[in-house]
Protein backbone atom coordinates (compact mmCIF):
# COMPACT_ATOMS: atom_id res chain seq x y z
CA UNK A 1 0.00 0.00 0.00
CA UNK A 2 3.10 2.41 0.78
CA UNK A 3 4.44 1.76 -2.55
CA UNK A 4 1.57 2.18 -4.37
CA UNK A 5 0.64 5.40 -2.50
CA UNK A 6 3.90 6.82 -3.30
CA UNK A 7 3.72 6.29 -6.71
CA UNK A 8 0.52 7.68 -6.94
CA UNK A 9 2.35 11.10 -5.07
CA UNK A 10 5.15 11.09 -7.67
CA UNK A 11 2.41 11.02 -10.60
CA UNK A 12 4.03 13.50 -13.55
CA UNK A 13 6.79 14.28 -11.85
CA UNK A 14 9.24 14.34 -13.70
CA UNK A 15 12.25 14.94 -10.91
CA UNK A 16 12.71 14.43 -7.31
CA UNK A 17 14.51 15.40 -4.53
CA UNK A 18 14.91 12.52 -2.02
CA UNK A 19 16.09 14.16 0.82
CA UNK A 20 17.41 11.85 3.91
CA UNK A 21 17.21 8.96 0.88
CA UNK A 22 19.22 6.99 3.40
CA UNK A 23 20.74 3.19 2.53
CA UNK A 24 17.43 1.94 0.86
CA UNK A 25 15.51 4.78 -0.25
CA UNK A 26 11.62 3.42 -1.01
CA UNK A 27 11.83 5.01 -4.36
CA UNK A 28 13.53 1.70 -5.52
CA UNK A 29 10.55 -0.23 -5.19
CA UNK A 30 8.25 2.56 -7.17
CA UNK A 31 9.71 1.95 -10.40
CA UNK A 32 9.84 5.42 -10.29
CA UNK A 33 11.80 6.29 -14.08
CA UNK A 34 12.46 10.41 -13.49
CA UNK A 35 15.66 11.82 -12.84
CA UNK A 36 16.42 11.44 -8.49
CA UNK A 37 19.13 12.86 -6.56
CA UNK A 38 19.48 12.19 -2.90
CA UNK A 39 20.48 13.98 -0.28
CA UNK A 40 21.98 12.45 3.31
CA UNK A 41 24.52 13.46 5.79
CA UNK A 42 25.40 9.78 6.55
CA UNK A 43 28.34 8.50 4.49
CA UNK A 44 27.87 4.81 4.99
CA UNK A 45 24.13 5.24 4.39
CA UNK A 46 24.87 7.16 1.17
CA UNK A 47 27.91 4.49 0.02
CA UNK A 48 25.41 2.10 0.16
CA UNK A 49 23.01 3.96 -1.43
CA UNK A 50 26.11 4.41 -4.03
CA UNK A 51 25.97 0.84 -4.96
CA UNK A 52 22.27 0.11 -5.11
CA UNK A 53 22.00 2.88 -7.73
CA UNK A 54 18.41 4.11 -7.42
CA UNK A 55 19.71 7.59 -7.65
CA UNK A 56 21.09 9.48 -10.75
CA UNK A 57 23.09 11.52 -8.08
CA UNK A 58 23.78 11.71 -4.74
CA UNK A 59 25.24 14.30 -2.17
CA UNK A 60 26.51 14.26 1.21
CA UNK A 61 24.85 17.13 3.02
CA UNK A 62 23.19 17.97 6.18
CA UNK A 63 19.21 18.66 5.06
CA UNK A 64 18.94 21.46 7.42
CA UNK A 65 20.79 22.89 5.21
CA UNK A 66 19.50 21.97 2.07
CA UNK A 67 17.79 25.63 1.23
CA UNK A 68 21.85 26.58 0.51
CA UNK A 69 22.42 23.48 -1.90
CA UNK A 70 19.12 23.54 -3.71
CA UNK A 71 17.65 26.50 -5.80
CA UNK A 72 13.68 27.23 -5.20
CA UNK A 73 11.36 25.26 -7.59
CA UNK A 74 14.28 23.04 -8.85
CA UNK A 75 12.37 19.56 -8.41
CA UNK A 76 8.94 18.90 -9.45
CA UNK A 77 8.76 16.88 -6.46
CA UNK A 78 10.72 16.53 -2.89
CA UNK A 79 9.91 13.86 -1.05
CA UNK A 80 11.19 13.31 3.11
CA UNK A 81 11.00 10.06 4.04
CA UNK A 82 11.68 8.99 8.31
CA UNK A 83 13.04 12.49 8.35
CA UNK A 84 11.34 14.85 10.43
CA UNK A 85 11.26 12.88 13.10
CA UNK A 86 14.59 12.82 13.72
CA UNK A 87 15.06 16.55 14.02
CA UNK A 88 14.27 18.87 16.73
CA UNK A 89 10.70 20.05 16.42
CA UNK A 90 11.16 23.57 15.64
CA UNK A 91 14.30 22.97 13.13
CA UNK A 92 12.19 19.94 11.47
CA UNK A 93 9.18 22.48 10.81
CA UNK A 94 11.83 24.87 9.12
CA UNK A 95 12.57 21.70 6.90
CA UNK A 96 9.31 21.62 5.34
CA UNK A 97 9.17 25.41 4.70
CA UNK A 98 12.01 25.02 2.82
CA UNK A 99 11.42 21.53 1.17
CA UNK A 100 8.20 23.44 -0.01
CA UNK A 101 10.13 26.52 -1.02
CA UNK A 102 12.46 23.74 -3.20
CA UNK A 103 8.92 21.83 -5.16
CA UNK A 104 7.17 23.01 -8.10
CA UNK A 105 4.31 20.79 -7.56
CA UNK A 106 4.84 18.34 -4.69
CA UNK A 107 6.30 17.52 -1.04
CA UNK A 108 5.91 14.14 -0.16
CA UNK A 109 6.63 13.13 3.77
CA UNK A 110 6.41 9.98 5.73
CA UNK A 111 7.04 10.33 9.63
CA UNK A 112 5.40 7.91 12.37
CA UNK A 113 2.59 9.29 13.92
CA UNK A 114 3.19 11.27 16.94
CA UNK A 115 6.44 10.68 19.06
CA UNK A 116 8.38 7.28 18.86
CA UNK A 117 11.06 6.55 21.36
CA UNK A 118 13.88 4.93 19.18
CA UNK A 119 18.05 5.65 20.35
CA UNK A 120 20.99 6.42 17.98
CA UNK A 121 22.78 3.80 16.93
CA UNK A 122 26.39 2.76 17.14
CA UNK A 123 27.26 3.25 13.59
CA UNK A 124 24.45 5.72 12.83
CA UNK A 125 23.76 8.80 15.68
CA UNK A 126 21.15 10.14 13.54
CA UNK A 127 18.81 7.36 13.91
CA UNK A 128 17.66 8.96 17.32
CA UNK A 129 13.92 10.17 17.03
CA UNK A 130 13.45 13.51 18.69
CA UNK A 131 10.39 14.97 17.99
CA UNK A 132 6.69 13.09 16.55
CA UNK A 133 3.92 14.60 14.00
CA UNK A 134 0.42 14.09 14.11
CA UNK A 135 -2.51 13.91 11.16
CA UNK A 136 -3.19 17.17 12.42
CA UNK A 137 0.23 19.19 12.24
CA UNK A 138 0.21 18.06 8.65
CA UNK A 139 -2.81 18.82 7.63
CA UNK A 140 -2.61 22.16 9.03
CA UNK A 141 -0.13 22.47 6.67
CA UNK A 142 -1.74 22.28 3.84
CA UNK A 143 -1.04 18.10 3.34
CA UNK A 144 -3.43 15.25 2.34
CA UNK A 145 -2.67 12.34 4.80
CA UNK A 146 -3.03 9.22 4.44
CA UNK A 147 -2.42 6.35 7.08
CA UNK A 148 0.52 3.70 6.85
CA UNK A 149 1.68 0.10 8.60
CA UNK A 150 -1.19 -0.74 9.90
CA UNK A 151 -2.20 0.15 13.52
CA UNK A 152 -0.41 2.72 15.60
CA UNK A 153 0.50 0.57 18.71
CA UNK A 154 2.05 -2.85 16.24
CA UNK A 155 5.63 -0.88 15.68
CA UNK A 156 8.23 1.07 18.02
CA UNK A 157 11.61 1.87 17.08
CA UNK A 158 13.33 0.78 13.89
CA UNK A 159 10.13 -0.84 13.22
CA UNK A 160 9.88 -3.57 15.11
CA UNK A 161 7.03 -5.14 16.50
CA UNK A 162 6.01 -4.20 20.41
CA UNK A 163 4.60 -7.91 20.84
CA UNK A 164 5.37 -10.85 20.53
CA UNK A 165 5.07 -13.25 18.27
CA UNK A 166 6.28 -10.77 15.65
CA UNK A 167 4.80 -12.76 12.50
CA UNK A 168 1.71 -12.73 14.02
CA UNK A 169 1.69 -8.62 14.85
CA UNK A 170 2.92 -8.29 11.42
CA UNK A 171 -0.24 -9.95 9.83
CA UNK A 172 -2.42 -7.69 12.20
CA UNK A 173 -0.33 -4.75 10.77
CA UNK A 174 -1.32 -5.85 7.02
CA UNK A 175 -4.60 -6.78 7.85
CA UNK A 176 -5.24 -3.11 9.53
CA UNK A 177 -3.48 -1.18 6.30
CA UNK A 178 -6.60 -0.91 4.53
CA UNK A 179 -8.45 0.54 7.32
CA UNK A 180 -5.96 2.94 8.57
CA UNK A 181 -5.12 4.26 5.01
CA UNK A 182 -8.88 6.67 5.55
CA UNK A 183 -8.63 7.01 9.02
CA UNK A 184 -4.58 7.67 9.82
CA UNK A 185 -4.83 8.84 13.13
CA UNK A 186 -5.31 5.12 13.76
CA UNK A 187 -2.26 4.26 12.02
CA UNK A 188 1.57 3.64 12.70
CA UNK A 189 2.92 6.39 9.90
CA UNK A 190 1.76 9.21 8.22
CA UNK A 191 2.20 9.81 4.29
CA UNK A 192 1.56 13.19 3.61
CA UNK A 193 1.21 15.07 0.02
CA UNK A 194 0.90 18.81 -0.47
CA UNK A 195 0.20 20.20 -3.47
CA UNK A 196 1.82 22.86 -4.57
CA UNK A 197 0.72 23.57 -8.26
CA UNK A 198 -1.79 25.77 -9.27
CA UNK A 199 -4.95 24.07 -10.15
CA UNK A 200 -3.69 20.95 -8.85
CA UNK A 201 -5.62 18.40 -6.66
CA UNK A 202 -3.76 17.85 -3.29
CA UNK A 203 -3.27 14.24 -4.42
CA UNK A 204 -3.64 12.10 -6.94
CA UNK A 205 -6.56 9.94 -7.12
CA UNK A 206 -6.88 6.59 -5.12
CA UNK A 207 -7.14 4.12 -7.86
CA UNK A 208 -9.80 1.68 -7.42
CA UNK A 209 -10.88 3.55 -4.19
CA UNK A 210 -14.54 3.37 -3.40
CA UNK A 211 -16.47 5.87 -1.51
CA UNK A 212 -19.58 5.57 0.41
CA UNK A 213 -21.38 8.19 -2.11
CA UNK A 214 -20.29 6.16 -4.57
CA UNK A 215 -21.66 2.76 -3.06
CA UNK A 216 -25.22 3.94 -2.43
CA UNK A 217 -25.57 5.52 -5.98
CA UNK A 218 -24.87 2.32 -7.21
CA UNK A 219 -27.11 1.01 -4.88
CA UNK A 220 -29.89 2.79 -5.84
CA UNK A 221 -29.53 2.83 -9.47
CA UNK A 222 -29.57 -1.51 -8.91
CA UNK A 223 -32.84 -1.34 -6.97
CA UNK A 224 -34.81 0.95 -9.86
CA UNK A 225 -33.50 -1.64 -12.43
CA UNK A 226 -35.28 -4.99 -10.62
CA UNK A 227 -38.53 -5.92 -11.81
Same mark, same amino acid.
Given at each position: ????????????????????????????? #?????????????????????????????????????????????????????????????????????????? *??????????????????????????? @????? @??? *??? /?????????????? /????????????????????????????????? /?????? @????????????????????????????? #????
Amino acid at each position: MFRRALERALAGCRSVLDVGCGRASPLAS #TGYAGFKVGIDIARADLAEARRSGTHDQLVRADVARIGDLVRPKSFDAVVCLDVIEHLEREQALALLATLESLA *RRRVVVFTPNGFVPQPPTADNPYQEHL @SGFTT @SDL *RER /GYTVRGMHGLWFVF /GAFGETRLAPGALWRRVADVSAPLVYRAPRLAF /GLLGVK @SLATGASAWPPDQGARDSTGLRDRARTAR #TRRP
